[in-house]
């Protein structure tokens, strides 16, 4: 689950998103915080400083990292940004969205890749790189939003014919934010992805 108060931790830690976090938690469920790191442009620092209030403040189990270049100049950025995510959260669970397929060695630095996040047209022909064949599945996640209900079943095939281990399919378009709420058919949805679709 991600937790994202106000585009990060906000300014102060919140009672209602910290009861929220241990409500989760004692149910299994890893919540990550989010950050955006703008293209690998936003100073590391200032990212460094929302891990650590995520972490103090909401006892994270990793992070979400947004708005990812994917490219290999970036790389050193993002490992450096790794390896302080997992110094500062024990055993942290790390998402990088990109929200393409980027460069393999990202590979190495998140436990998650967002290879896709766009719409069921785009997702149609989205050109899927050879080398994800050398990863688990659930390495990659896959969201697909404007995503007509009679395309539900097909979007989840190719999901799972694509290698996607997780993977989030919304009704909703992609402005303003498709994550404003759930699907329309959020039902029919979790258990096409959760049985044989």
Avoid: K
């Avoid at 993002?78 to 024990?90: D, E, F, I, K």
């Avoid at 979007?155 to 759930?182: E, I, Q």
């Amino acid at each position: 689950m991600f937790l994202n108060i106000n585009s990060g931790p906000g300014t102060a830690p919140d009672p209602h998103f910290q009861a929220l976090v241990r409500q989760a938690q004692a149910a299994g469920i890893a919540v990550l915080g989010y950050s955006s790191t703008s293209y690998g442009q936003r100073p590391i620092g200032s990212v460094e400083t929302e891990v650590r209030q995520y972490r103090a403040w909401y006892r994270v189990n990793g992070m979400f990292l947004d708005v990812i270049q994917g490219t290999p100049g970036e790389l050193p950025y993002y490992r450096a940004l790794a390896s302080y995510v997992r110094a500062t959260v024990p055993d942290a669970v790390i998402w990088l969205n990109p929200g393409t397929y980027p460069d393999p060695g990202y590979m190495s630095v998140g436990n998650v890749v967002m290879v896709f996040e766009g719409s069921y047209a785009q997702y149609l022909s989205d050109q899927v790189p050879a080398w994800i064949s050398r990863y688990q599945p659930g390495q990659f996640a896959h969201v697909i939003y404007a995503t007509p209900e009679p395309d539900l079943a097909r979007a989840v095939s190719l999901s799972r014919a694509r290698r996607a281990g997780f993977l989030y399919v919304t009704d909703l378009p992609g402005s303003p934010d498709p994550y404003d709420a759930l699907p329309g058919y959020w039902a029919r949805e979790a258990a096409a992805i959760g049985g044989g679709c």
